[in-house]
């Protein structure tokens, strides 16, 4: 059964930081791993979504890599802005797309 | 494109009743929908897979009598909590996936409902 540990599982830095989210996951036949963003009592913002071919994927501030050999990925965030305090999941996605989520990590930006 | 909404967005019900939530894809036909439940700074836990016109698959655990899944059209899933109490009381959020595109692996999830039972 694939299972999905985020470290640390809470995070408060000062803005301007550059921080790395981890992700790592025990069973290596995945179909893609997916990082999302989640604002308190509200749904899943997907942010990227990297395919188990892929290495890593870029939007704006956010870097994701992906290990699959190793199980892990890493979520990299570029000057940390308060805005970006949520908490943040990464799901991996194996065969039947089934989503299996890790705990997720919550980050706290101050100004 | 790819946005999926939930309906109602937060609901309060005494013990003993029925809620039914819905989970639309707006934009796309989604040939599967899962649901997925949150507890209080929790991680999000798989609750069923619905794929258009079958039956759901529960995951372990689940109690398909009480937690009713209809896919009945390509845009539309509901979920009805059957006699609800406390312990029901939770987040529920909805993805869609739409498996005959290119990038069908993909899941798009809704901004979910917040569930609560008196």
């Known amino acids: 059964k694939q299972e999905v540990t985020q470290i640390p599982a809470a995070l408060s830095v000062p803005e301007g930081e550059n921080l790395v989210l981890n992700c790592s996951f025990t069973?290596?036949?995945?179909?893609?791993l997916q990082w999302f963003r989640q604002d308190p009592g509200k749904g899943l913002t997907s942010l990227l979504l990297?395919?188990?071919?892929?290495r890593e994927q870029t939007s704006g501030r956010l870097n994701a890599s992906l290990d699959k050999s190793s199980g892990r990925s890493t979520l990299y965030i570029a000057a940390s802005q308060p805005g970006d305090s949520a908490t943040y999941l990464c799901?991996?996605?194996?065969?039947?797309?089934?989503?299996?989520f890790g705990g997720g990590t919550r980050l706290m930006v101050k100004p | 494109g790819a946005v999926v909404s939930q309906h109602p967005s937060w609901v309060i019900c005494k013990s003993g009743t029925s809620v039914k939530i819905e989970c639309r894809s707006l934009?796309?036909?989604?040939?599967?929908m899962f649901w997925y439940r949150q507890f209080p700074k929790k991680s999000l836990m798989l609750m069923a897979t619905?794929?258009?016109?079958?039956?759901?698959?529960?995951e372990q655990g689940v109690e398909k009598d009480k937690f009713l899944i209809n896919h009945a059209s390509l845009t539309l899933s509901t979920l009805t909590v059957t006699s609800a109490h406390p312990e029901d009381s939770s987040f529920y959020i909805c993805?869609?996936?739409?498996?005959?595109?290119?990038?069908?692996?993909?899941?798009?999830f809704g901004p979910g409902t917040r569930l609560t039972v008196l």
């Open positions: 069973d290596s036949a995945i179909y893609n």
């Open positions: 990297i395919q188990s071919s892929q």
């Open positions: 993805s869609a996936r739409d498996g005959r595109r290119s990038q069908g692996d993909e899941q798009f």
């Open positions: 934009d796309f036909q989604a040939t599967t």
């Open positions: 619905s794929n258009e016109g079958s039956k759901a698959t529960y």
């Open positions: 799901a991996v996605n194996n065969a039947g797309n089934m989503l299996t």
